[in-house]
């Protein structure tokens, strides 16, 4: 019958409508991936981007070129000269100290939208108009009047480039022709482009309006470029645009604007194809973008990782003679209080100036990240693949031939995605394909272990009249355990043991005796199989059991032990509904060994038990019985101490020589909680001290340590043991010879 069952138990997959089942299931679900990918709904577009960080975060560069310096509005300028915004001829004193420095370019990450209140001329009219006050300032030369003038006249003279916001929204009541008098400076474009590309305007960003400087500025400055970025969804700054479109002409980011200032030039060339914006050509520069005109930034740190000079130090002459020269410059702020600070995947608080600088250094070094436009295609193609591919692996392939090609295929699609990524700065997204991968292997292993778990219902069901259900339960995981034979395995053996059964037997009727010992066996091996014991067998009041075979279990020592403490612990809740007349507790001993032994299947071909032989299960016996002699719940060998050093408090109990062993053997009794001082186990102690007195043949002594633990554990039964001795031993000296080893005549 056992041999006839393994035909039974092989797998169900040979069917070919089973199969064929399979094959659509793998397909339609890749298909489903295929539209989700192209479809993309919100919190996939979220989890991608989180990818790209990931992979970004890994592959970045942080050397950052070196012809680029912030001058930073920062906490300590702010300090010295006082809050924003400054007096415009303070702001004007320090872009010109910046030009006098060598500066080549210099971009403001600011916007002056009304006059300068601090002007004299501005002073004196809301004087006039307000308190009806006229007054002069006196030995105030003209031009002093008017800060903005000031300013104006500074930023005609230099390599100055404004910066303005564009509105990508018409706000209510918003009169777009509100700012026309902003003087905005064009970029002259010229359109290479495949006949069915799209025109431009409808591929950048449309702007409907402008935030921009008030007109005396504005005019003053031969260039200008907008401020605006594109955070993605999460509100993450990844990429920015370069051009914008806003009436009829196209306008640059401020970045590109400070680098056609240097290179003189109010020109640039723009590649479209029919999936939009392909690239952006500035002199020799070949800029890669995406559809919309915006750059993929290649971040080179987190937030200060380009030359910061603060704004103060500017003022104040103290910064070293060529900081600035042949370089291109930015004026903004990384204080917290001007609320210039972005997200970036790097860096959450990441000074937004430093955006416009990562901008030129990319163009620069010519170092860009890119996504292509044929990507997407490619991560189609490559998410059918998977799922094809995965189908075909778990439906023909099992065990350790699934694990490895899978393992394969998620190792080289990502590896090779960050490779091309760090190599070539192209980003290929893995997210999906690796999605699909894992969807596909969860979704059809999932379907693959529902089949096979319904035939072997049916085995079961067949079988389960001839059969313990244990036993079969271990034949449909693994058909070779129908073959007799053991193998040599680290185990730790259990035995337990009802104190005083055949008094308990005798109070009892046999009905009562039927209930207690179902209860009893019942709430015993529910904690064994808990903590994933294997049960061997009952014997009358007596339960076998043993940890680490069939599964291997690495802590089967500490694991064995605290399933002692926890049966205990049963036993102490369902104490009271085991009360009987004649019966004051009911009481059991746990030994528990551990060594090697003999597991296997043992007995005759035509009928065997799953057990363990070997010395270390005699072993386990005779320390259950030893619990009586020393009158403690638990024993355990040096053995399994020694597997189970942590997790567990020992108290070293004797070092025995049991009956049927010649080797002594020394026994602990481990502690699971103390409750009698207060967890500090503080009976211990003295309990060593005496044992150690008592091997040393120190009589009165070692019975003084007893009596100490006595007096913080009443009534501890090894103590008393060893006290009776001590007084024997005391009368009747054993001799010089002694080892201390005691004899155990009974079992």
């Known amino acids: 019958m056992l041999f006839t069952l393994a035909q039974y138990v092989k797998p169900a997959f040979k069917d070919g409508a089973v199969k064929g089942f399979l094959v659509l299931t793998g397909i339609f679900f890749t298909l489903f991936m295929a539209g989700l990918f192209i479809f993309k709904p919100a919190f996939l577009k979220i989890l991608e981007l989180k990818v790209y960080d990931a992979m970004f975060q890994s592959t970045y560069s942080d050397v950052a070129s070196e012809a680029v310096v912030i001058v930073d509005l920062d906490e300590e300028s702010l300090g010295a000269f006082g809050q924003w915004p400054w007096p415009r001829y303070r702001v004007a004193l320090l872009l010109e100290k910046i030009r006098r420095s060598g500066a080549v370019s210099i971009g403001l990450d600011i916007v002056f939208v009304e006059e300068d209140r601090t002007s004299p001329r501005i002073i004196r009219e809301q004087l006039q108009k307000e308190l009806g006050v006229d007054i002069g300032f006196t030995g105030l030369p003209e031009g002093l009047e008017d800060n903005d003038l000031i300013l104006a006249d500074i930023l005609e003279e230099g390599p100055f480039v404004l910066g303005y916001y564009f509105d990508l929204y018409q706000r209510p009541g918003q009169d777009v022709g509100q700012y026309s008098q902003n003087k905005l400076h064009p970029v002259n474009l010229a359109v290479v482009s495949s006949p069915e590309a799209k025109p431009l305007n409808q591929a950048f960003f449309h702007a409907r309006g402008v935030t921009g400087n008030i007109p005396v500025l504005s005019r003053s400055v031969s260039s200008s470029g907008f401020m605006n970025v594109a955070p993605d969804a999460d509100g993450v700054i990844r990429r920015v645009p370069l051009f914008m479109s806003h009436g009829n002409d196209y306008y640059p980011s401020l970045a590109l604007a400070t680098i056609l200032n240097v290179l003189e030039s109010r020109q640039a060339v723009v590649r479209t194809t029919s999936g939009g914006v392909e690239s952006i050509r500035i002199a020799n520069l070949r800029i890669p973008v995406d559809s919309r005109g915006q750059l993929l930034l290649n971040f080179r740190g987190p937030g200060k990782t380009f030359k910061y000079v603060s704004a103060r130090a500017v003022l104040q002459n103290t910064v070293e003679e060529d900081t600035f020269k042949g370089k291109i410059v930015f004026v903004g702020t990384s204080a917290t209080g001007l609320k210039d600070i972005r997200t970036m995947p790097l860096d959450p608080v990441y000074p937004g100036v430093e955006t416009h600088a990562t901008v030129v250094d990319n163009i620069l070094t010519g170092e860009f990240l890119h996504r292509p436009d044929w990507s997407p295609g490619l991560e189609l193609i490559f998410i059918l693949a998977a799922g094809l591919i995965s189908t075909i692996f778990l439906i023909w392939l099992r065990g350790i031939w699934l694990v490895v090609p899978f393992s394969v295929i998620v190792a080289a699609v990502w590896l090779g995605s960050h490779y091309v990524f760090k190599s070539q700065g192209f980003y290929f997204s893995p997210f999906m394909p690796l999605l699909t991968l894992s969807g596909n292997f969860t979704l059809l292993t999932f379907l693959k272990f529902r089949l096979e778990e319904k035939e072997k219902k049916k085995i079961k069901r067949t079988f389960e009249h001839y059969l313990s259900p244990d036993v079969i339960k271990r034949v449909m995981k693994n058909p070779d355990l129908l073959k007799l034979g053991g193998e040599k395995k680290n185990l730790s053996i259990m035995f337990s043991d009802i104190r005083n059964f055949t008094e308990i037997s005798e109070s009892m009727s046999p009905q009562e005796l039927v209930s207690f010992m179902n209860g009893y066996l019942t709430a015993m091996t529910e904690v064994i199989l808990k903590n994933g014991g294997t049960l061997d067998k009952y014997m009358g009041d007596a339960i076998m059991a043993f940890f680490g075979a069939p599964e291997d279990m690495p802590d089967h020592a500490l694991v064995a032990q605290k399933t002692a403490i926890e049966m205990h612990e049963r036993l102490h809740v369902c104490r009271k509904k085991w009360c009987f007349p004649g019966i004051s507790r009911i ?99 003295p309990f060593e001290q005496g044992l150690a007195a008592y091997r040393r043949q120190s009589w009165d002594e070692a019975e003084r340590f007893f009596n100490q633990v006595l007096e913080v554990k009443p009534q501890d039964h090894p103590s008393l043991v060893y006290i009776d001795r001590c007084r024997k031993m005391a009368h009747s000296p054993p001799g010089p010879e002694w080892d201390g080893v005691w004899v155990m005549r009974t079992k």
Do not use: C, W
Not at 645 to 673: C, F, T
């Open 587 to 685: 009481e059991i001993g746990v030994g528990i060994s551990t060594g090697e032994v003999i597991v296997g299947n043992m007995g005759s071909e035509k009928r065997f038990d799953y057990t363990v032989m070997g010395d270390e299960v005699n072993l386990a016996s005779r320390l259950e019985g030893l619990t009586k002699e020393y009158g403690v719940k638990i024993l355990v060998s040096r053995f399994t101490r020694e597997q189970a050093e942590q997790g567990v408090v020992y108290r070293e109990i004797d070092m025995v020589r049991v009956k049927g062993r010649q080797m002594p053997v020394a026994v602990y009794e481990p502690h699971g909680k103390d409750y009698f001082t207060a967890g500090e186990f503080a009976f211990i102690a």
